[in-house]
């Protein structure tokens, strides 16, 4: 039994690799593919962490890495340029694996599982979830005329969602990591809104989008754990500050 929980992970990069392959290769049902591979990693990681369904554990360790890999495929529909298609692919397969690596050593071998991975895992991992969900909507947004009724709220519940995610891995408790969670999910979804008017391109838009997930999450996290300082929250400022100003002064302007 434990042997088929060690396979999982290489089951999984497996499967959401052959997932998109297929989307490529089949070109006339690329959601098919890509729907099929994400329900059967699903599974998977639920077998992997155990069919607990009414337990936090269920909900943290499966639901990110199919959020992470859900928005990676949302995007991958947008790209067109077959360099651009591998290198989305192999991140997703390659960050999902390392997830799913360290769920299997927290789960199953505690012994070697390293302390505090799947908290940093977490973070890059989320952060990326919102880049790829912003860029997917700003996409569509761009090439098809999608509503910001309708893009705007699913930002919101995607970004409370990972925002909760990995400050409950961080050990906040549920109901303070959720009061976070929603707090923060508006926060970008109000970012993500006044993005939308910019005439910037939708990757610099979704960029900025996933640093300020990122800087809410870093504070977040120092605060809970009492490492919050006035030389720390100066850092975040003025990084993300200038992280943005070089995205801006780089863009090229619609």
């Known amino acids: 039994m434990i042997l088929l929980h060690r396979l999982t992970p290489f089951a999984l990069a497996l499967v959401l690799g052959l997932g998109f392959w297929l989307a490529v290769r089949l070109p006339s049902s690329p959601l098919l593919s890509l729907v099929l591979a994400l329900a059967v990693s699903f599974v998977l990681l639920g077998r992997l962490v155990g069919w607990q369904p009414k337990s936090g554990m269920f909900w943290n360790l499966v639901f990110a890495p199919l959020a992470f890999a859900g928005t990676g495929m949302a995007l991958f529909l947008l790209l067109e340029a077959p360099l651009e298609q591998t290198a989305l692919a192999a991140l997703v397969c390659v960050l999902a694996f390392a997830f799913a690596e360290q769920v299997f050593a927290y789960v199953h071998v505690p012994v070697t599982y390293q302390p505090y991975a799947i908290q940093h895992l977490s973070l890059g991992m989320n952060a ?85 997930a990122y800087a809410f999450l870093g504070l977040s996290r120092a605060w809970f754990l009492e490492q919050a300082n006035k030389r720390l929250v100066s850092r975040y400022v003025t990084a993300i500050a200038l992280f943005a100003a070089l995205l801006f002064l780089t863009a090229q302007w619609l």
């Open 128 to 212: 990326l979830t919102v880049f790829f969900a912003a860029a997917f909507f700003f996409g569509t947004r761009t090439f098809m005329q999608t509503p910001l009724w309708l893009s705007t709220p699913a930002m919101f519940i995607l970004c409370a969602y990972v925002l909760y995610q990995a400050l409950w891995v961080s050990k906040m408790e549920h109901a303070r990591a959720l009061v976070y969670g929603v707090c923060g999910g508006l926060v970008l979804a109000e970012v993500f809104l006044a993005l939308s008017f910019l005439p910037t391109g939708i990757y610099v838009n979704a960029a900025v989008t996933a640093l300020a």
